[in-house]
């Protein structure tokens, strides 16, 4: 899988931790949309709730490749964007609705492509 280059930028707390900032102008040229779908996962809150093999306090994103087909691509990118529970117990996933429709579906994309 093709990697996307990213920028280190310097924290100017007193701590001076370095931060990974995905490149945003990669991010959206890409053409693949899961490599931009991976992109967009990893610079956003995202990985709080979920891991790629174990679950946290959402389902691990191997997990959701398996239970999903391509034809449910549309319905889970609406379920990012708008969250919801029920589908995988009672914690809900927070909406995140300054995502446009097609980021959230090259993030689903990326999650599906982990079977």
């Known amino acids: 899988m093709k990697r996307l280059g990213f920028k280190i930028e310097p924290q100017t707390d ?3 931790n370095i931060t990974v900032v995905p490149d945003e102008k990669k991010i959206t040229a890409t053409a693949d949309p899961v490599v931009k779908g991976q992109a967009l996962i990893a610079a956003s809150d995202c990985l709080t709730c979920h891991k790629l ?9 191997k997990d959701v490749a398996k239970k999903y087909t391509d034809a449910d691509v549309a319905k889970l990118a609406e379920k990012v964007i ?13 909406p995140h609705t ?17 079977k």
């Open 14 to 16: 007193s701590v001076k």
């Open 53 to 61: 093999d174990k679950k946290l306090i959402g389902p691990a994103y």
């Open 82 to 94: 708008s969250g919801g529970a029920g589908n995988w117990g009672a914690t809900p996933m927070i």
């Open 98 to 114: 300054d995502l446009s429709k097609n980021d959230a579906t090259a993030m689903v994309k990326y999650i599906l492509s982990l």
